[in-house]
């Protein structure tokens, strides 16, 4: 069955780093997303991305913050210079899109922890 | 205001019975969906079932049954038989059109312990 993946599974950085969390989407899906869940805590949006652009994003997804898509496989996320509060599980997801039934129905990663000291 | 509420922080069931996860949910967009994932304590998201606004039947998934009463604006996760590996956080969440684009929201989660 097909899957996404998120590399790495854990990281641990010092605050003010950069970080870059990988992702590879399912291949024929059109829609990627990134969320991150802290720890015990809701599952929160952090941003969309279709067609090579960000589609929507919330309030959490501020200038530290970038994701792209560099190569048509690879969906990765940013985080220019951590912060504490940004130790999180961070998941990628991806869905088919369209309008039929279910086409909006997210398959996720198994994530990624970061863990900034 | 929440767009997703799961009033049931935790929930406990025996095994091999039937168990009802609540989840409310507020939007004026006509066309949503609605889903339910597990989350094990390996912390993996795992989808398990999805209703859209306009399906006239509830959804099913085997022993993954949704309870959507579109009036109340509940869709509820009916999970029969209980089974041990059931324990886990359960989410609802809501697809709705914000801006352009689709983004489902998630509620805060259940915590389903299964006893034998």
């Known amino acids: 069955e097909p899957e996404v993946t998120q590399t790495p599974s854990h990281q641990v950085t010092q605050m003010g780093q950069e970080v870059i969390l990988r992702c590879v989407p399912i291949?024929?899906?059109?829609?990627f997303y990134w969320y991150r869940q802290i720890l015990g805590q809701k599952v929160e949006f952090l941003v969309s991305?279709?067609?090579?652009?960000?589609?929507?994003k919330s309030e959490i997804f501020d200038d530290q913050f970038s994701v792209e898509r560099p190569d048509g496989s690879n969906f990765t996320l940013k985080i220019r210079s951590t912060k504490l509060e940004d130790s999180a599980m961070y998941f990628c997801?991806?869905?088919?899109?369209?309008?039929?039934?279910?086409?909006?129905?997210?398959?996720f990663g198994a994530g990624s922890r970061l863990t900034v000291l | 205001a929440q767009k997703i509420t799961q009033t049931q922080p935790g929930m406990f069931v025996q095994e091999k019975e039937a168990v009802t996860l609540d989840c409310t949910y507020d939007?004026?967009?006509?066309?949503?969906?609605l889903f339910w994932y597990k989350q094990p304590s390996s912390g993996e998201m795992i989808f398990l079932i999805y209703?859209?606004?306009?399906?006239?039947q509830n959804a099913t998934e085997g022993r993954y049954s949704l309870n959507f009463q579109k009036a109340r604006k509940s869709a509820n996760l009916v999970i029969s038989a209980s089974q041990l590996g059931d324990s886990a956080m359960y989410f609802c969440?809501?697809?709705?059109?914000?801006?352009?684009?689709?983004?489902?929201?998630f509620g805060r989660g259940t915590s389903l312990i299964v006893h034998p």
């Open positions: 291949s024929n899906h059109l829609y």
């Open positions: 939007t004026s967009d006509p066309s949503y969906g």
């Open positions: 991305f279709y067609n090579n652009e960000i589609s929507e």
């Open positions: 969440a809501m697809r709705e059109r914000t801006g352009g684009s689709y983004i489902p929201t």
């Open positions: 209703q859209g606004s306009y399906d006239q």
């Open positions: 997801a991806s869905s088919v899109g369209g309008d039929s039934s279910g086409a909006n129905v997210l398959t």
